[in-house]
């Protein structure tokens, strides 16, 4: 099994401030995924990164995929309350995906 | 356009006992994989069907067992629960396997007393 490690574990930040978490395996990668999962719901798709060292931004929310395809992060700046939730990175696999360990963000009014 | 839907959203069994989960798939999709999601941790791949057949599966012991409808909507069974089968269950469903996205349900919590 090829490992994602996500940290930090858990985050807990005011608004207003910013914010990085890392997603970092052992193995490459043909593409990540990051998804953000809200209290009660299923995780929800952001974005896709595949080109090693590609930069893809989401409104406040900045994706970075390492040169090497075998790490990613996630920088959001001026973080709000409802950018609070799972944040998971997930691997493509032989027709599936597999995720991370998550990184669990609550963001303070 | 109904979206990934799952039943029941909650539920509660005792040790032993067997429990069944369902979900139907985001109109226009075929394929549905199901994740279990324990407390603060990441969704593990338990299985995917497509054509109702099993095509992928995660680590996870016979006790857990699945079924796919000609309508494209997807049963997960569980024999013989144990404490640690308490969790969040999730269905997603995709087109032809796997296309790049996943989408998926709420999630049925499950929990094992």
């Known amino acids: 099994t090829q490992l994602l490690e996500q940290s930090p574990q858990f985050l807990s930040i005011q608004e207003g401030e910013n914010l990085t978490v890392y997603c970092n395996s052992s193995s490459v990668f043909s593409s990540l995924q990051w998804y953000r999962q809200e209290p009660g719901e299923g995780p929800v798709l952001l974005v896709t990164v595949v080109t090693g060292g590609e930069v893809k931004k989401l409104k406040r929310l900045t994706f970075q995929f390492g040169d090497a395809r075998k790490d990613s992060s996630l920088h959001i700046t001026a973080a709000q309350p409802g950018d609070t939730g799972l944040y998971l990175c997930?691997?493509?696999?032989?027709?599936?995906?597999?995720f991370g360990t998550g990184t669990r963000l609550t963001v303070i009014p | 356009d109904a979206g990934v839907t799952q039943s029941p959203t909650h539920l509660i069994k005792t040790r032993g006992q067997q429990v069944t989960l369902r979900c139907s798939p985001k109109?226009?999709?075929?394929?549905v994989s199901w994740y279990q999601q324990a407390l603060g941790q990441g969704p593990q791949f338990i299985f995917q069907?497509?054509?109702?057949?099993?095509?992928q599966r995660g680590n996870f012991p016979d006790r857990f067992s699945g079924h796919q409808f000609p309508n494209y909507s997807s049963e997960l069974n569980v024999n013989a629960l144990l404490l640690g089968d308490s969790a969040l269950y999730l269905c997603?469903?995709?087109?032809?396997?796997?296309?790049?996205?996943?989408?998926f349900g709420e999630g049925s919590r499950l929990t094992v007393l």
């Open positions: 997603a469903s995709s087109r032809r396997l796997f296309t790049g996205e996943l989408f």
């Open positions: 997930g691997r493509p696999g032989a027709n599936n995906l597999f």
């Open positions: 069907y497509y054509e109702e057949e099993e095509r």
């Open positions: 109109s226009g999709h075929d394929t």
